[in-house]
Structures are given as C-alpha cells and as structure tokens.
C-alpha cells in the first residue's frame, strides 16, 4: 500500500484554515520573544527517526500476543509500512533492520523500493539472543560472554554477517545489544564475561568498514535478572573505549533503572564524544517499549534540552543515529508508532525553545528560579502548529494520526494481505 499525496492534500484541506490560525498566532509571539521560527521548523523537517523493522506487528508479552491483523510478512511489506508512517509524518525517513528477522532476499530489489519511498537504511542489529534455525551452538548461557570460545566466535561471526548484509544496503552502523548476564549470584565469574566480551567486540569492530560505527547498546536486567554484562553507561564506554574511535555508546530510553538521571548521561557522553545512537520510548517499569512521551514527556524534554545543547556545542560527538525501539501490545502499531513520532518532535521543538544563553546566564548568577523558569516556560508552549507546519512543507498530513484514521490503512492493509499475516520479531 502507498498512499497518494492528493489524498493527504485532501485530508488537508478541511483543517488548514484552523492550521494557519494558530501558526500565525504562535509564530508572532515566537518571533516578537527573539525566536527564528523559520529556523526551528527546518530543524524539525530534518529531523528524520528510524523506524525498527520488528515493530511493525504486534509485540506481545510472554504471556500472550494480540495481532492488529494485516501485519507484514516480507522485508518489502514492512518497507511499505515505513512508507506510510514517512509519507504521513515526513520524520520517518529510516528503517532499521534486525538481522537474522529481516535478511534480504534481493537486495536490489529492496533498495529500489526503498529509495522510491525516500527511506534510507539506518544502523543494523544483531541478534544474538535467540537461538537461530540449524545454529551450531547455543546462546542460552551468553554469546560475545560465553565461556565458550566456540560460541564467542560463531556470535563474532553472526555479527560480521550482520555487517556485510548493512554494507550492501547502505547502512553505516552496526547495532550490539547482548542478552549476555546470568540469572543467580556465582553463576558469571564478572570479570571473565566482561574480558571476553571485549576481546570479542574488537574482533568485530576489526571487521567494521572504515566509514561505519559500532553502537554498544546496555541495559541493566532483562532477560537475565541478576547481573548483565554491559549493565550501563559506564560499562559500554569502557567496551567502546577499548575498541576505538570508531565505537560508541548507544542510548535507549527503556533501559534504566527507575529515576536514572538519563539527561545527565547523554550530556557527559557527548561532552566526550562517545554518545552514538539513541533508541527512543518510554516506560514506568523498566524496559517497557512503550510509546514515547506517553509516561514522562517532562524527562524527555530535558533529554532532548541536552542533546540540542550537544549538537550546537560538541563538534567532537558525531551525528547521531536515531531510532524508535518500542514495541505494541494494545494500539495499533502504525498509530503508536506516530504517537511515537509525534512525541519526539514535540520534545524536540520544545527543546529548541530554551533560550540557552539567558539559561547560561542564569546559570552563571545562581539564579536558580530563573533557570526552571527559562526551562518551563519552553515546556508548557504549545508547540503543535509548529510540527504541522514542519510537515506540510514536506507534502505530510496536519494530523497523521487522523489522516491515517480517515485513509483507513488498516483496513486497506488486511485487504490487501490478509488478516492472519504474522511480522517477524519479538
Ligand atoms: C532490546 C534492545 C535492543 C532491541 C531488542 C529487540 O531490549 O532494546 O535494542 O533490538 O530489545
Ligand atoms: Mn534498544
Ligand atoms: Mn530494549
């Protein structure tokens, strides 16, 4: 399914009347306080997010999975499905896959339909926390951790394949997310898994090609509930550290423990040049997948005060790889996914609203008040006509959430795939 741009035109029309009011309203009080909101909204139309290629169906918990229907079963149905979310948002102009869910099959067959969405292909992920088809060995105690050197290198080897499947599609990263932990106290000799761990990502980062990075993803439990290898932030800058110049740090939002500083974490790693890529969603637990701003939308605009604080003043933290890690039990994943990407560029839009040399000054004078003052009075703008500004220069809908409801894609999409069809993934 493609949508057609005349129809979102047409959808468009019934609310751009109501859309120009409330942009001229907010774009001259914008302006009057100082503010460039032609800048701003380029900023936002730039501003393009991955879409991971194993939430385009139904999540589901290991208790059960309840399907939308009309989910994709091929790498091309899943491009399309990117297509519709970039078409209606223009901020998804990226997917990434994870591999062995996603290989393709014809690989330039895959690239054509893409390049004809205007999707281009993100970091890459390796899996080496699920056993594959015919596998050798098994991953159930650790991979790059085990204490086996057969598997190490049957997991080294999995993530040179990965690389090799990314450099054909254009991708310029590798993703590493290790399940790697045990279960019970005594069961990982700590040091041992860690070393083993490292001596194996060099291996990996040996085989990276010259223009790519490796993002070493952490998180501090799940699935393995008494210790992890690459626990946090800390442990995957001495991994990336210990590989080079081209490792670095990778972020995701779920994976914290409750009422981690993440804004102070992503400041420092880019102070020092380490903060690679970003998963966002959102939680009340842990690793939740949930959408993102849906829980803490304050926290993630202070995460994003800091990441815009980062792009204008740390030249030695490269661009960032940008990606929605969530995942969809009860919605609809198209729609969470736009809920999702809505989220983000609210969050972003604010950000670009703190007056950071009045925050600097204030700072520097210890005016405590003002500073939360400058900081709040960028949170509480309602920033909404700036987005669907953004979008609509684009060719995107004023509401893609409505426009999608309206468009009934689902609906089409069951048609056109019927309804039992099953997305690889979690
Ligand atoms: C992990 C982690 C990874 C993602 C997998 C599916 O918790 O967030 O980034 O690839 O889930
Ligand atoms: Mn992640
Ligand atoms: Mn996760």
């Given at each position: 399914?493609?949508?057609?741009?005349?129809?979102?035109?047409?959808?468009?029309?019934?609310?751009?009347?109501?859309?120009?009011?409330?942009?001229?309203?907010?774009?001259?009080?914008?302006?009057?306080?100082?503010h460039?909101?032609?800048?701003?909204?380029?900023?936002?139309?730039?501003?393009?997010?991955?879409?991971?290629?194993?939430?385009?169906?139904?999540?589901?918990?290991r208790?059960?999975?309840?399907?939308?229907?009309?989910?994709?079963?091929?790498?091309?149905?899943?491009?399309?499905d990117?297509?519709?979310?970039?078409?209606?948002?223009?901020?998804?102009?990226?997917?990434?896959?994870?591999?062995?869910?996603?290989?393709?099959?014809?690989?330039?067959?895959?690239?054509?339909?893409?390049?004809?969405?205007?999707?281009?292909?993100?970091?890459?992920?390796?899996?080496?926390?699920?056993?594959?088809?015919?596998?050798?060995?098994?991953?159930?105690?650790?991979?790059?951790?085990?204490?086996?050197?057969?598997?190490?290198?049957?997991?080294?080897?999995?993530?040179?394949?990965?690389?090799?499947?990314?450099?054909?599609?254009?991708s310029?990263?590798?993703?590493?997310?290790?399940a790697d932990?045990?279960?019970?106290?005594?069961?990982?000799?700590?040091?041992?898994?860690?070393?083993?761990?490292?001596?194996?990502?060099?291996?990996?980062?040996?085989?990276?090609?010259?223009?790519?990075?490796?993002?070493?993803?952490?998180?501090?439990?799940?699935?393995?509930?008494?210790?992890?290898?690459?626990?946090?932030?800390?442990?995957?800058?001495?991994?990336?550290?210990?590989?080079?110049?081209?490792?670095?740090?990778?972020?995701?939002?779920?994976?914290?423990?409750?009422?981690?500083?993440?804004?102070?974490?992503?400041?420092?790693?880019?102070?020092?040049?380490?903060?690679?890529?970003?998963?966002?969603?959102?939680?009340?637990?842990?690793?939740?997948?949930?959408?993102?701003?849906?829980?803490?939308?304050?926290?993630?605009?202070?995460?994003?005060?800091?990441?815009?604080?980062?792009?204008?003043?740390?030249?030695?933290?490269?661009?960032?790889?940008?990606?929605?890690d969530?995942?969809?039990?009860?919605?609809?994943?198209?729609?969470?996914?736009?809920?999702?990407?809505?989220?983000?560029?609210?969050?972003?839009?604010?950000a670009?609203?703190?007056?950071?040399?009045?925050?600097?000054?204030?700072?520097?004078?210890?005016?405590?008040?003002?500073?939360?003052?400058?900081?709040?009075?960028?949170?509480?703008?309602?920033?909404?006509?700036?987005?669907?500004?953004?979008r609509?220069?684009?060719?995107?809908?004023?509401?893609?959430?409505?426009?999608?409801r309206?468009?009934?894609?689902?609906?089409?999409?069951?048609?056109?795939?019927?309804?039992?069809?099953?997305?690889?993934?979690?």
């Amino acid at each position: 399914m493609k949508i057609k741009e005349e129809h979102i035109l047409d959808f468009n029309k019934a609310s751009l009347e109501t859309h120009n009011d409330s942009f001229d309203f907010l774009s001259s009080k914008l302006s009057k306080n100082g503010h460039d909101v032609q800048g701003i909204i380029s900023r936002l139309a730039d501003f393009q997010v991955a879409i991971p290629s194993w939430a385009l169906g139904a999540g589901g918990t290991r208790f059960g999975r309840f399907s939308f229907f009309g989910e994709p079963s091929s790498l091309e149905q899943k491009i399309e499905d990117v297509g519709v979310l970039h078409s209606l948002t223009q901020t998804a102009g990226a997917v990434s896959l994870h591999i062995p869910w996603d290989i393709p099959s014809d690989y330039n067959a895959i690239k054509e339909k893409a390049d004809a969405l205007d999707i281009k292909f993100d970091a890459v992920n390796s899996n080496t926390f699920q056993d594959q088809k015919n596998a050798k060995e098994t991953y159930k105690y650790g991979s790059l951790s085990n204490t086996s050197q057969a598997v190490r290198e049957q997991a080294i080897q999995h993530n040179l394949d990965v690389i090799k499947i990314g450099d054909k599609l254009g991708s310029k990263a590798l993703t590493v997310w290790l399940a790697d932990g045990s279960c019970f106290p005594g069961q990982n000799n700590f040091q041992t898994a860690f070393q083993n761990t490292q001596d194996s990502l060099i291996d990996i980062y040996k085989g990276l090609p010259d223009d790519w990075k490796m993002l070493v993803e952490y998180k501090p439990y799940e699935p393995n509930f008494y210790s992890t290898v690459i626990q946090d932030w800390g442990a995957s800058l001495m991994l990336a550290n210990g590989c080079g110049d081209k490792a670095y740090t990778l972020v995701d939002l779920g994976h914290h423990l409750p009422n981690s500083n993440i804004e102070q974490i992503v400041s420092i790693l880019q102070l020092k040049g380490k903060l690679g890529g970003f998963h966002f969603n959102d939680s009340k637990y842990g690793d939740d997948d949930l959408t993102v701003g849906s829980i803490k939308p304050y926290a993630l605009f202070l995460i994003f005060n800091e990441l815009v604080y980062g792009m204008a003043n740390n030249p030695q933290n490269p661009d960032l790889a940008w990606m929605i890690d969530a995942s969809h039990n009860v919605k609809d994943p198209l729609e969470d996914l736009i809920q999702s990407l809505e989220a983000i560029q609210e969050a972003y839009a604010k950000a670009l609203l703190i007056d950071q040399a009045a925050l600097r000054a204030a700072q520097i004078d210890n005016d405590v008040v003002k500073c939360q003052e400058i900081l709040q009075g960028a949170y509480r703008t309602d920033v909404r006509p700036l987005l669907e500004r953004a979008r609509l220069g684009r060719g995107g809908a004023l509401s893609p959430i409505q426009a999608y409801r309206s468009l009934d894609v689902r609906n089409s999409l069951i048609k056109e795939r019927g309804k039992n069809t099953v997305a690889t993934g979690l």
